[in-house]
């Protein structure tokens, strides 16, 4: 992974700004095509936070997108951290885990399937 670093706080700023307004339009583009969402891309359902900056490029860390079912398709906006604790072996957060075992695997073989398509 590359490191962005800026010379003084305004380019992150700005940096920061262009980032979420992307992730906010990608939201958008997703809830469009009829996608269910928990919860917004700001705030983590697990803990209840919003997006870190790392520390030492005060740049901010995105929530990833956790599939609490892939059918239909319903996401919810998580840290890393929190997503660990969702899949945490000796004790997940079932609410959060509504799928069957092998329907990631077949919901991304048929997302690729339609990219191949495309």
């Known amino acids: 992974m590359s490191l962005i670093s800026f010379k003084d706080n305004t380019g992150s700023e700005i940096f920061n700004n262009v980032l979420s307004e992307s992730l906010h339009e990608n939201h958008e ?16 359902i697990v803990c209840g936070n919003g997006m870190e900056k790392n520390e030492e490029t005060q740049i901010l860390q995105p929530l990833l997108k956790h599939h609490v079912s892939y059918f239909p398709q319903v996401i919810a906006y998580v840290h890393c951290k929190c997503h660990q604790k969702i899949h945490d072996p000796e004790n997940p957060i079932t609410s959060l885990i509504q799928y069957e075992k092998g329907d990631s695997l077949k919901f991304y073989n048929q997302k690729k399937a339609i990219g191949a398509m495309a």
């Open 29 to 44: 583009r997703l809830t469009n095509q009829n996608i269910s969402f928990l919860n917004n891309c700001e705030k983590c």
